[in-house]
């Protein structure tokens, strides 16, 4: 089971930046995908960014040019990249990780790190 633990969430003023960081408990070489979601109060949860194993990217329409997903094999990190903040990205931001099964997906997730947008 990969454990995850985000952290680099806090308060932010509009316009400014954070990165988010994601390190796994294990190598992250093989794992199929890495992704960011987020979720605000009162909203289903999200796809923010998703990385895969080989180096494609996806991003939500709302974060495409503002956000930036990557992964570090070597420290089995991922990290999101967030610039241009708005107070709509205020939410809790959580770190996924996707393996593929004959069964079917199989998802971790972290805790959550909350990220809030405000002057």
């Known amino acids: 089971q990969v454990q995850l633990v985000e952290s680099g969430g806090g308060l932010v003023q509009p316009g400014g930046s954070l990165r988010l960081s994601c390190a796994a408990s294990?190598?992250?070489?093989?794992?199929?995908?890495m992704g960011w979601f987020r979720q605000a109060p009162g909203k289903q949860r999200e796809l923010v960014a998703a990385?895969?194993?080989?180096?494609?990217?996806n991003y939500a329409d709302s974060m495409q040019g503002r956000f930036t997903i990557s992964r570090d094999n070597a420290k089995n990190t991922v990290y999101l990249q967030m610039n241009a903040l708005k107070p709509e990205d205020t939410a809790v931001y959580y770190c996924?990780?996707?393996?593929?099964?004959?069964?079917?997906?199989?998802?971790?997730w972290g805790q959550g790190t909350q990220v809030t947008v405000s002057s």
């Open positions: 996924n990780a996707r393996r593929y099964q004959d069964a079917g997906p199989l998802d971790y």
């Open positions: 294990e190598s992250i070489f093989s794992i199929a995908r």
């Open positions: 990385i895969t194993s080989g180096g494609s990217r």
